[in-house]
């Protein structure tokens, strides 16, 4: 059974019900000014230029450096991206670095948060800031501790058809506050395919 606790039998303790609540009002803010922005226009937008949203999932393979033994990880990642004809919109991501591992050391990620993007012919560039949680198995599995983390990053698409965008490079900066030994950060980029659903 893996020990949900720093070594030393301290409780991690990095998610309390105050970060998780503050989270949850941060996302929610930021659903309900993009729900609002359609209906407030202070202009008349031309007919091919106004509001909607668009729902595109997708998949990439990802390499990271970890600043915790200087480590370098291989993993996967699934998104979804909700966004704007306004160039704003929403990222959840989940991302699981499992191979290349030594000693067994491997993490998983879980954030959410605003994504701006804009169009340049085929190419989509875009920036995000997100925050969720941060899951981190420790060498020889020692211990396992849930962790706050916030991500910096940005990346760039490439529509190859109408629905079908190649996610050429996703670079992300994450910053783990509170963790066991000190702050830690990783670095990371990521490449794969999304998918406009509607």
């Given at each position: 059974?893996?020990?949900?606790?720093?070594?030393?039998?301290?409780?991690?303790?990095?998610?309390d019900s105050s970060s998780i609540r503050a989270l949850v009002f941060a996302v929610l803010v930021v659903a309900g000014c993009l729900a609002a922005s359609p209906a407030a226009?202070?202009?008349?937008?031309?007919a091919g230029n106004k509001g909607g949203t668009s729902v595109s999932a997708g998949a990439a393979a990802s390499g990271?450096?970890?600043?915790?033994?200087?480590?370098k990880l291989l993993?996967?990642?699934?998104?979804?991206?909700?966004?704007?004809?306004?160039?704003?919109g929403i990222e959840a991501e989940g991302r699981w670095l499992d191979f290349h591992q030594t000693a067994n050391v491997h993490l998983a990620t879980y954030s959410i948060g605003p994504r701006y993007h804009f169009n340049?012919?085929?190419?989509?560039?875009?920036l995000k800031g997100m925050a969720g949680t941060g899951h981190f198995n420790f060498p020889y599995n020692y211990a396992y501790g849930n962790y706050f983390v916030i991500t910096a990053?940005?990346?760039?698409?490439y529509r190859l058809k109408s629905r079908?965008?190649?996610?050429?490079?996703?670079?992300?900066?994450q910053y783990w506050p509170q963790f066991t030994y000190g702050a830690m950060s990783t670095l990371g980029v990521s490449a794969g395919i999304r998918v406009r659903i509607f």
């Amino acid at each position: 059974m893996k020990s949900f606790y720093r070594f030393g039998g301290r409780p991690c303790g990095i998610l309390d019900s105050s970060s998780i609540r503050a989270l949850v009002f941060a996302v929610l803010v930021v659903a309900g000014c993009l729900a609002a922005s359609p209906a407030a226009r202070a202009q008349v937008v031309e007919a091919g230029n106004k509001g909607g949203t668009s729902v595109s999932a997708g998949a990439a393979a990802s390499g990271y450096y970890v600043q915790y033994g200087e480590r370098k990880l291989l993993g996967i990642s699934a998104f979804v991206d909700a966004d704007t004809r306004r160039r704003i919109g929403i990222e959840a991501e989940g991302r699981w670095l499992d191979f290349h591992q030594t000693a067994n050391v491997h993490l998983a990620t879980y954030s959410i948060g605003p994504r701006y993007h804009f169009n340049l012919g085929n190419f989509q560039p875009y920036l995000k800031g997100m925050a969720g949680t941060g899951h981190f198995n420790f060498p020889y599995n020692y211990a396992y501790g849930n962790y706050f983390v916030i991500t910096a990053g940005g990346g760039l698409d490439y529509r190859l058809k109408s629905r079908i965008y190649v996610r050429a490079a996703d670079f992300e900066y994450q910053y783990w506050p509170q963790f066991t030994y000190g702050a830690m950060s990783t670095l990371g980029v990521s490449a794969g395919i999304r998918v406009r659903i509607f």
